[in-house]
């Protein structure tokens, strides 16, 4: 029983199989254009990129890009492409231009502006909460911060620390 | 204290934007093609295929390419729309069975009716792909030299007809 | 009649909501008790109405009533008992009423759990839920009721959607919910602050709890729709930046910016007018979201069928609540104190910069998904704002993200000298960046790839989630070092900072997870006869052709495919392409074998025409994939932990002597 069991087992490998071809006439092609149409916005889906896309419309695109780089289009010149005949709104990846300046720059622009924000923030309440609430401690170290240069308290201070914790 | 009325006047501006967006058909993408010389091609006759047609020969009219074809279920939606404007006979209209096989291109016509001046079968959608069609009916209107007018994505309908085409044709004729 | 019950129910829950949204918050402000304290049996009425109205909807489902418009429309008396349950959420109006239902548990819930919270700050709270549920029961009932007749009725539903027949959908949208909803407690908290006008810091470590587990709900949420994703789409891809995926992680990276905000807020009493708007927004943008999907101005997979009423609707509700909220907040929050003392490099500042980031973080999600909308409403035509946009930006944001993250435990309160910390951290560091530049040199034979691969970007991830070990080592290390034997020291530290260090830890396996996947995925898209095989990341696939069955509602063609690994078995599977029997719509099951290290996964094409039984095949290695769903449930587990530490009770209100006094801002805590 063992041994039927092993050979069924074997079996599929000693009959005449053939390594499985691979789709695309030329894989690394093929890895280039699906790498292109993901930045390729399928039109009749609702949000999906062309190179997900199960749609007839899809197929159709992903073959012209295939028969473009056959013929040698580069990735830039068959998005130019589809542009021309579908529009912008066929790319994923919108290009830097005067109207997507906004989207590509308020990431960095908000950053930067957030970063400010809480450096300010911080600054002001360093200075406002300081003198609300100076105590003696506080004071004795304003007097050390006096006397001392910021190295020798640095290195105090994270004695303390260590001492503490 | 400026700095804490800030989110609401953002907040603002943004539901500004959501309400215009309301109304927004997402599905409609304008073509960049209006406005500019409509594709040069030439394809077969659909009951003919050895005669061929290319747009060259429009010149000088003003006429409607109408993209269909037989699988497609909003196309029989506009047929009789189709139908009731060519027997009106204000303008021509091309059609351009998109991907079809020629054989179900004519069995729907000769089961509906025909509202075509003339059909093209554009079987591999090489030609469709020129004209930028995705989603089938798509209906062009060109004029006289040649440049493509309007694009319609979607069924015509006898109110897109009377408030937006037959306008236009006229205006496009007159010219 | 049954579903008229149902109907009825919603509206006798409006009236019970509409009392409760009034006479609390009316009660609070006049110092009334009789007012305040009709509050929490309204929450139990209300919540046993919706559940009534729920119920009812349920038992329209489970017996096939399709007299029922809603019914009808989402399912067949063919579909499997657990998918006609599931379904009462599968289109808009149900879903609608699961919102409702989660509401009023919510609501319940803080009445039932907030016995030791002071009795206007109670009033308030439900009553500002009372609200908000007022809102969803009037949408509900004059644009989308689910209990809608159809006459005649139809003799069998149209179906649920094939897509949407999965287990993952039947868990996946009421997790998602909890964690939407969830976050209209940390709101109501924070607007009964603001109402209240004593905003101190008790509120904030009250609503802490409810706001982490409202995020664990949302997590789990988001983790199970990227899984459902994931295997249901057929591509291997786990996140698509889908409007409505961007919807729900919105609102997630601000509850985490929330969560963080909130610890500062507690501890210090600083920042306290910052976490309150994050509150605001955080719920602001979870119900965004719900105008997002419902509206149809956004082109989505998932998206509801587009009602422009609806969207009027949701949008006035939303100027409403988020309006009023932000007025609110602008007339009150001015008058907020600073709080107690911290120093520019300190647990706090590191806390408030990952708020910025993620906050950041949040607005790019929120202006990518909007962009189209944006100009279009400009009249700068159409465009769109895909994965390419979102990745670009949110990478960048992520690393100094992390870096922080990493930095942020092993901060004191108050005060940290930068060489100090510079020194605690700079073995874990080297240490970190050492395993980063070297595990890709190995990482390929490790594999079975052919080559080994070496890409900055892999480094980079890599880097970046040894670092957050590496902190999370010196850290225990350090916590863990004193006097006592080691289980006493084990046992010291509170159960909040190993949920603090879980979560972190679930961050770490999910760059992994990510970095891995991308950088070393396998795929072959191939066409196989019956006996082929193939061979991808050292596991040799056979093709042993595709048989067809009967599902309960489908029939499927199943592939069965045999996988060897060095002349081993390594297991069968078997991707199915299924035809749905109503819809006639056909759906890919992808096969899947997980694995700690790699998934297998085998997807069906089609069948190729004029060939003896060949079809297309396509194979992927995905390596590490699992690492991604197990950090965000560690991170989930993580917050449950935090959670359950005692000292988040809320009955433990005010307690002298507590490790963190309660309102930092009067006694700063003497020990750091």
């Not at chain 3, 919510?106 to 009553?127: D, I, K, N, Y």
């Not at chain 3, 989308?144 to 139809?154: D, H, K």
């Not at chain 3, 949420?221 to 996140?239: F, N, P, V």
Request: a neutral charge; hydrophobic letters at 50%; proline letters at 5%.
């Amino acid at each position: 029983m063992k041994y039927l069991l092993m050979l069924a087992l074997l079996l599929p490998t000693l009959s005449f199989a053939e390594v499985a071809k691979d789709i695309a006439d030329d894989p690394v092609m093929e890895r280039r254009m699906m790498l292109l149409a993901e930045k390729v916005r399928c039109l009749v889906c609702q949000s999906e990129p062309v190179s997900n896309s199960h749609s007839d419309w899809s197929k159709d695109v992903r073959q012209i890009m295939r028969d473009k780089m056959k013929a040698g289009a580069t990735d830039q010149e068959i998005l130019d492409l589809l542009v021309e005949r579908f529009g912008k709104s066929v790319l994923f990846d919108p290009p830097v231009d005067k109207e997507t300046m906004p989207l590509w720059s308020a990431p960095f622009i908000l950053l930067l502006l957030g970063g400010a924000g809480l450096y300010y923030q911080l600054k002001k309440r360093r200075g406002e909460v300081a003198e609300a609430e100076l105590s003696t401690q506080d004071e004795q170290r304003a007097a050390q911060l006096l006397n001392e240069s910021p190295a020798a308290l640095n290195e105090k201070t994270a004695a303390q620390k260590e001492t503490q914790a | 204290m400026m700095r804490f009325i800030l989110p609401f006047v953002i907040f603002l501006i943004l539901s500004v934007f959501l309400y215009k967006g309301l109304g927004r058909d997402t599905r409609e993408v304008p073509s960049p093609l209006v406005g500019r010389a409509a594709p040069a091609f030439v394809l077969p006759l659909l009951h003919e295929p050895g005669k061929v047609f290319s747009p060259k020969e429009m010149q000088g009219r003003v006429w409607l390419l109408n993209v269909w074809a037989s699988w497609c279920g909003a196309c029989k939606d506009e047929h009789p729309v189709l139908m009731a404007l060519s027997q009106q006979n204000v303008v021509p209209i091309v059609g351009l069975d998109y991907k079809d096989k020629a054989i179900d291109g004519e069995m729907t016509l000769k089961k509906a009716g025909d509202p075509y001046s003339l059909v093209i079968a554009d079987a591999d959608g090489k030609v469709g792909f020129d004209y930028g069609v995705y989603g089938v009916p798509e209906t062009y209107v060109i004029d006289k030299a040649g440049i493509i007018a309007y694009k319609l994505i979607g069924a015509v309908t006898a109110q897109n007809l009377r408030e937006k085409i037959l306008p236009l044709v006229a205006e496009l004729q007159a010219k | 009649m049954i579903p008229e019950l149902g109907h009825f129910s919603l509206i006798v829950a409006l009236c019970l909501a509409i009392i409760l949204g009034v006479l609390p918050i009316l009660g609070a402000a006049r110092n009334n008790s009789v007012f305040m304290g009709v509050a929490r049996p309204l929450a139990y009425g209300q919540l046993l109405f919706v559940g009534l109205a729920f119920a009812a909807l349920a038992n329209a489902f489970l017996s096939n009533d399709f007299s029922v418009l809603y019914v009808a429309q989402h399912s067949n008396s063919q579909l499997p008992g657990q998918y006609r349950f599931a379904a009462i959420w599968g289109g808009h109006e149900g879903s609608l009423l699961l919102w409702a239902l989660f509401l009023t548990v919510w609501t319940a819930a803080v009445a039932r759990f907030s016995r030791h919270l002071p009795e206007e700050m109670v009033a308030r709270v439900l009553g500002v839920m009372g609200l908000i549920s007022v809102g969803f029961l009037l949408f509900m009932l004059f644009t989308s009721s689910p209990f809608e007749r159809l006459l005649p009725a139809a003799a069998d539903g149209r179906d649920l959607n094939p897509l949407l027949q999965d287990p993952g959908l039947v868990i996946h949208p009421p997790m998602l919910y909890m964690g939407y909803v969830g976050f209209s407690v940390a709101y109501a908290f924070a607007i009964s602050a603001l109402l209240g006008g004593k905003l101190d810091a008790t509120w904030a470590r009250w609503s802490r709890p409810w706001t982490t587990v409202a995020w664990v709900f949302m997590t789990i949420g988001i983790a199970l729709g990227s899984g459902w994703a994931y295997y249901e789409l057929g591509w291997g891809g786990w996140w698509f930046w889908d409007p409505v995926e961007n919807a729900s992680f919105m609102p997630w990276l601000l509850g985490t910016a929330l969560i963080h905000s909130l610890a500062v807020t507690e501890k210090r009493g600083a920042f306290k007018s910052w976490t309150v708007l994050l509150a605001i927004a955080a719920f602001s943008l979870s119900l965004l979201g719900t105008f997002l999907v419902r509206s149809g101005v956004l082109t989505s997979v998932h998206s509801f069928a587009a009602d422009p009423r609806r969207g009027i609707f949701i949008l006035s509700f939303l100027v409403l609540v988020i309006g009023a909220s932000l007025l609110l907040f602008a007339w009150r929050a001015p008058k907020v104190g600073l709080g107690g003392k911290f120093d520019m490099l300190s647990r706090e500042s590191l806390l408030l910069s990952n708020n910025v980031l993620l906050s950041v973080a949040s607005a790019s999600v929120f202006i990518g998904t909007l962009y189209p909308l944006f100009m279009d409403a400009l009249g700068y035509g159409k465009l769109s704002v895909g994965p390419p946009y979102f990745e670009a930006v949110f990478v960048p944001l992520m690393i100094p993200m992390v870096f922080m993250m990493g930095l942020g435990p092993l901060a004191r309160w108050k005060k940290m000298a930068v060489p100090d910390l510079a020194r605690r951290v700079q073995w874990g560091f080297a240490g970190a960046l050492v395993l980063a530049l070297l595990l890709p040199l190995v990482m390929g034979k490790f594999l079975s790839l052919e080559s080994d691969k070496w890409s900055p970007m892999i480094v980079l991830g890599l880097l970046m989630a040894f670092w957050i070990i590496a902190s999370l080592v010196i850290s225990l290390r350090q916590r863990l070092s004193g006097q006592g034997t080691l289980m006493h020291r084990v046992r010291r530290q509170s159960l909040s900072y190993y949920g603090m260090q879980l979560a972190h830890l679930g961050v770490a396996l999910f760059i992994v997870g990510v970095t891995l996947v991308k950088g070393y995925e396998t795929e072959r898209d191939v066409r196989m006869n019956v006996g082929d095989t193939v061979m991808a990341g050292g596991y040799e696939f056979r093709f042993n052709g595709v048989t067809e069955t009967q599902g309960p509602n489908y029939v499927a063609g199943v592939g069965h495919v045999t996988v060897n690994k060095d002349g081993k078995l390594v297991g069968e599977l078997t991707p199915e392409k299924r035809q749905y029997n109503v819809s006639g719509m056909p759906l890919t099951e992808a096969a899947i074998q997980t694995g700690v290290f790699r998934d297998l996964y085998v997807s069906l094409g089609e069948a190729i025409p004029e060939s003896d039984g060949a079809w297309a095949v396509r194979v992927y290695i995905k390596p590490f994939i699992d690492w991604i769903w197990a950090g965000s449930l560690l991170m989930a587990l993580g917050g449950l932990l935090a959670v359950s530490d005692r000292r988040y009770r809320i009955h433990k209100k005010a307690v002298s002597g507590s490790q963190s006094t309660v309102d930092g801002s009067q006694s700063e805590g003497a020990a750091s």
